[in-house]
């Protein structure tokens, strides 16, 4: 560690000092407990979503779509879709809605990670998604992450909303010296080994140089299950632990027996232990038949440089292409069937 970094991790623990938070000492305490016990980090791969750099708000960029999709073009046609439905339905203006149009017709034909409309920049971003790891596997939600104010196990409640929305994209956002610590020691991080293929390390090695500041996103939670080559995950990020308890339970009650087409039996018998598992309240750890499952915590880390936020790599892989998701409008905001 350089004396630099020395001096920023020194300047981390002044101001929790300062702050004179109890809450913010329980959650450092928390974290310094977590890195002895989960010493490791699993890298699990590439995630992308939307930035914006909107000058009525600053010079920030901010996550606009949260950063949890699988390849860059699902956030491009998230991002096709929030400047239809604002052309369509935020604005009077003709001529807002004809430039909200026109970025809409280039994500509509090219694969671009970037798009102008109204003095506003729109970025697909890429992140990279990581949980810890120690003996026991993967690790668990800390006593000190946030839950929802009502634990609900109802189906038909919504997940709590997505902590990246809104979030700025601040390499020197201070979140404590632990939080401090480790965007630190992964700055320099690039893809290793033999396991990536030599463009996907070429273009690891290069964002060190380009966008050589990390952000660390807000935690997610998801559930993994354990396989032969490892924990795998099961279903998509949360903003909290109970939202992931409450996958897994939704999951086991209903979902998989529809999506696996499980037989009379075996989907009794995932209904039964699904009602089990809500009636242990906050459990994190749950095996049905030969297959057990943990709710784990998931980090994720962004890099930025000069020009903000790192866009996708050219190693970053799409399975489709780009395409046209909405009606046409006119700039009166009318729909055109075609």
């Known amino acids: ?45 590439p995630v992308f979503g939307v930035a914006v750099q909107d000058p009525g708000q600053g010079p920030e960029w901010r996550v606009l ?37 026109a970025a809409v017709a280039v994500l509509e034909r090219e694969p671009v990670n970037e798009v102008e409309a109204c003095g506003v920049r729109y970025r697909v971003v890429r992140g990279d998604e990581f949980g810890r790891a120690g003996h026991d596997g993967m690790e668990a939600p800390r006593p ?59 273009d690891s090695e290069r964002a060190v140089g380009t966008h050589p500041e990390l952000v660390l996103l807000p935690t997610g939670f998801g559930v993994v299950e354990r396989g032969e080559h490892g924990w795998q995950p099961r279903g ?19 979902i998989w027996a529809m999506l696996y087409e499980y037989d009379d039996a075996k989907k009794a018998r995932y209904a039964e232990a699904a009602e089990e598992f809500r009636a242990l309240g906050r459990a994190d750890e749950f095996q049905v038949d030969d297959r057990l499952f943990r709710i784990c915590r998931v980090e994720r880390m962004l890099r930025t440089g000069t020009d903000g936020p790192e866009p996708p790599r050219p190693s970053d892989v799409d399975e489709y292409g780009p395409m046209k998701l909405h009606p046409a409008m006119d700039e009166d905001g009318t729909l055109i069937q075609e």
């Open 1 to 45: 560690m350089t004396d630099d970094w020395q001096q920023q991790i020194r300047a981390l623990h002044r101001d929790l000092i300062d702050r004179d938070d109890p809450a913010a000492w329980v959650r450092e305490a928390d974290a310094v407990e977590a890195s002895l016990r989960y010493p490791h980090i699993a890298l699990r791969g």
């Open 65 to 101: 779509k949260p950063v949890v999709d699988g390849m860059p073009q699902v956030a491009r046609d998230g991002l096709q879709s929030h400047l239809f439905f604002a052309a369509k339905d935020d604005t009077d203006d003709r001529a807002v809605r004809r430039e909200l149009l």
């Open 144 to 202: 000190t992450d946030s839950e929802p104010a009502e634990c609900s196990w109802d189906r038909k409640t919504r997940d709590t909303p997505s902590p990246d929305v809104g979030f700025v994209l601040d390499p020197d956002r201070a979140d404590g010296p632990s939080a401090g610590a480790l965007r630190l020691g992964l700055r320099d991080f690039t893809y290793p080994g033999s396991r990536y293929p030599d463009d996907v390390r070429a």
């Open 236 to 254: 998509s990020l949360m903003a909290t632990p109970h939202d992931a308890r409450r996958m897994l339970y939704n999951g086991m009650a209903e």
